[in-house]
């Protein structure tokens, strides 16, 4: 179960890709022909809906997404599921509108797909939605798709759904999910410290002097600071668990880290000697955060 739900968030991940690789050449040489497009939506088949969806995506225009919103309500699933990745450039509030009502999909990869659009998106007047989406849809790959946008988003107030999720013991077939929230959970806090929720983990294997840490002091005077310590716990929890997953306990330390708090510190310097070198490193990064945080 686990591989097949890894396969199919690659797949998906795979599937951005290859929206923009198929679409280059399609959608930067040749004209923009509005017309010619919605009409292809209205009245062609589903591969050239798809096609077509490609080439809207490519444009990376709001006027090239807005052709894209009637697909949303196609008879076919798998055009819906195309054009959630394809209205992503309309305006954050324009967007997120269209696309909330396509997580009550009837169809489970559609609201996948609607739910990473949403992340791309950004609004945090989705949060709400993705929040019940994370406690209540049954379809797990749905629920990581949901906690992976809700770190893409970044707001605050999505700390207590994603920690819910790392609060119930982990299995084999929750990892993912769980990967997802934790990352997640950083995400959120790296957004105030950096001004970004984009990240890798680690973010290289350089020296130290060529490291990140970002503004400790956005942090401080954010109300995330009093807000982020119960997921700064379970965080600790998470990272200490030898049940857990190496991807998920690494990025509980990335995550550790965005948070700065000291009471991390000594979780993270006994992970500095883990077996897994990406766990080992991202714990040292983390580190540097926190440090960073006690010098200003």
């Given at each position: 179960?686990?591989?097949?739900?890894?396969?199919?968030?690659?797949?998906?991940?795979?599937?951005?890709?290859?929206?923009?690789?198929?679409?280059?050449?399609?959608?930067?040489?040749?004209?923009?022909?509005?017309?010619?497009?919605?009409?292809?939506?209205?009245?062609?088949?589903?591969?050239?809906?798809?096609?077509?969806?490609?080439?809207?995506?490519?444009?990376?225009?709001?006027?090239?997404?807005?052709?894209?919103?009637?697909?949303?309500?196609?008879?076919?699933?798998?055009?819906?599921?195309t054009a959630a990745s394809s209205i992503?450039?309309?305006?954050?509030?324009?967007?997120?509108?269209?696309?909330?009502?396509?997580?009550?999909?009837?169809?489970?990869?559609?609201?996948?797909?609607?739910?990473?659009?949403?992340?791309?998106?950004?609004?945090?007047?989705?949060?709400?939605?993705?929040?019940?989406?994370?406690?209540?849809?049954?379809?797990?790959e749905v629920r990581t798709a949901a906690?992976?946008?809700?770190?893409?988003?970044?707001?605050?107030?999505?700390?207590?759904?994603?920690?819910?999720?790392?609060?119930?013991?982990?299995?084999?077939?929750?990892?993912?999910?769980?990967?997802?929230?934790?990352?997640?959970?950083?995400?959120?806090?790296?957004?105030?410290?950096?001004?970004?929720?984009?990240?890798?983990?680690?973010?290289?294997?350089?020296?130290?002097?060529?490291?990140?840490?970002?503004?400790?002091?956005?942090?401080?005077?954010?109300?995330?600071?009093?807000?982020?310590?119960?997921?700064?716990?379970?965080?600790?929890?998470?990272?200490?668990?030898?049940?857990?997953?190496?991807?998920?306990?690494?990025?509980?330390?990335?995550?550790?880290?965005?948070?700065?708090?000291?009471?991390?510190?000594?979780?993270?310097?006994?992970?500095?000697?883990?077996?897994?070198?990406?766990?080992?490193?991202?714990?040292?990064?983390?580190?540097?955060?926190?440090?960073?945080a006690g010098e200003n």
């Amino acid at each position: 179960m686990l591989v097949a739900v890894g396969r199919s968030i690659l797949f998906s991940a795979a599937l951005v890709i290859l929206f923009s690789s198929a679409a280059l050449a399609q959608g930067l040489t040749t004209p923009f022909e509005p017309e010619r497009l919605r009409q292809i939506l209205a009245s062609g088949n589903s591969e050239e809906k798809r096609d077509a969806l490609f080439e809207i995506r490519n444009r990376r225009s709001a006027d090239a997404s807005a052709l894209a919103v009637p697909a949303l309500k196609d008879a076919d699933a798998i055009v819906r599921a195309t054009a959630a990745s394809s209205i992503v450039f309309l305006p954050e509030s324009e967007a997120a509108a269209v696309l909330l009502p396509l997580l009550d999909d009837r169809q489970p990869f559609v609201r996948k797909e609607a739910a990473y659009a949403l992340g791309t998106v950004g609004s945090w007047t989705s949060t709400e939605r993705l929040a019940q989406l994370l406690r209540r849809e049954k379809d797990r790959e749905v629920r990581t798709a949901a906690a992976i946008s809700l770190g893409m988003i970044g707001d605050i107030d999505s700390l207590g759904p994603l920690s819910e999720v790392l609060k119930k013991k982990p299995k084999d077939e929750d990892e993912m999910l769980r990967r997802a929230a934790a990352r997640s959970l950083g995400q959120i806090a790296e957004l105030i410290r950096t001004g970004r929720t984009l990240v890798t983990t680690p973010q290289s294997f350089l020296p130290e002097k060529f490291k990140e840490t970002g503004d400790p002091l956005a942090l401080i005077a954010n109300r995330i600071n009093i807000d982020g310590r119960s997921a700064v716990e379970l965080l600790i929890k998470v990272l200490t668990d030898s049940r857990e997953a190496d991807d998920t306990r690494r990025e509980a330390a990335f995550a550790l880290g965005a948070f700065g708090r000291t009471e991390a510190v000594p979780a993270l310097e006994r992970s500095i000697a883990a077996a897994d070198p990406y766990l080992a490193e991202t714990a040292r990064e983390a580190l540097l955060k926190i440090r960073a945080a006690g010098e200003n």
